[in-house]
């Protein structure tokens, strides 16, 4: 792992180890964060939020699948975690009908995948994760945060790595 | 007879239709993405509620024509309040509403997925149930055991990518046009089924739930080499693309079909029906009719034009619902979950 005060670098070697991955930020999610993840096909993006929400406490994590097509899925667990996905769209005018803005709110945490696709439509402070497929298993996530409410977020996160694995 | 207005605006689409007595379509109209690509110079898809609102009238209005119905004829006004895009199924919800309460005719609250379950039936002289359900997407995979019409048990679902959009992501991978079940299909009527051997995800001995990002992955590493996820397709000939949309769609027929035959197993019931978009992949539709022969079993396909989103299945669903007295009320709301 590498670190810097608003970057971090953390890597997997398995699905299951990127949904650990996922489990740790899913706990220390905090109410209003916007995710965005970025990465090729096979990245492993639905598997990190899969993770996410485990970490969230929704009920069954089999619940948790591919936005693609439906663009919005919705988890009811400790924050409602709202689960986007940018593939199928192409700018950021058709991001925002889907009520983005709607989804952002105190009680709520918001994932996107391919979040790059809709750049300019994400908000200033989100904390963005590039993931980079480093071999057939292997996966590279690097956090980035923009602004406090990302920045606190990356710290919480942080802390709740070291935690589970001392 | 049962005269029911269906409305559908979940996602894409926006449709409506008249049916009669829950099988017999009067009008099924459906606003195409073709039209909307020309009306709105390319946008895919447009999702803007505006898109439902801008066309939802003339769709109402154009399936009340061709049915040849007015208002005073119709004995429900059905519509989709879930799952789907809560934005675009307001729409829908908020005109059936509207329309409910100005021509006083009961309002009935549909699940599309349901709906789509049901689909099958739509058209038969005689209910095929009890049956197992196969309804494959591209935002849904799902294993349903009917035993009848109010009565739809779902068994199985994908944990990950579903069916439909995995034929989709892998004609990105190789390079082929949206939208990409029917490019595989096409590209992959050349090639060898057998030529590559990708993996049949079946999570378990029982389990009815489906995976089907790792074929993704698969397809992705058979392309690029172990590990990348870019370079190589220009490396590979025409005849070698069609051989992995050939043996990708061999992987996938062949797990729909393996759970299919499972959940046919475990429940003991002997019809099967097969509904939802990627059922208009005549491979799928002729390899489950081939098994389900093989084995005895009877089995019925959804009609194409019912395959993908549209109304009459709304409609359909409905009449079983207002048959059971399962009315809503003009408190109705959208939800994204079922």
Redesign the interface.
Known sequence: MTSSADRFVCKTDSPEATITLGEAIGCSLIGGLVIGLVGPLGAGKTQLVKGIASGNSIDDTRDVTSPTFVLVNEYAGRLDLYHLDAYRLSTPKEFLALGFDEFIHGGSAVVVEWADRVHDAMPEGTLWIDIAVTGETAREFSFRSSGVLAGRALQAFRQELERCSP | MTTILGIETS?DETSAAVVTDGTDVRSNIVASQADLHAKYGG????????AHIERLDSVITEAMEVADRKPDNLDAIAVTNR?????ALIIGVTAAKMLSWAWGKPLIAVNHIEAHALSPAIGLDEAPWPAIALIV???HTSLFRIAGPMSIERLG??????A??AF??VA??LGLNYPGGPEIERVGAGGDPQAIDFPRTMLGPESL?FSF?GI??AV??HVHG?????GGLEELSQDDIADIAASFQQAVIDVLIRKTMLAVKQTGVSTVVLGGGVAANRTLRTALADECTKRDLAFHAAKPEYCTDNAAMIAARAYHQLLAGDIATLELDAS??G
């Open positions: 996602c946008v895919v898809p447009e999702i803007a509620s505006r799952p789907g895009l809560v934005g997407s591209g935002g679902a994908t944990t990950d990518d579903a439909g959009e989709d992501k990105s991978i739930d990002s993704k992955t992705l590493y172990q590990g990348k996820t870019t994204a979950r």
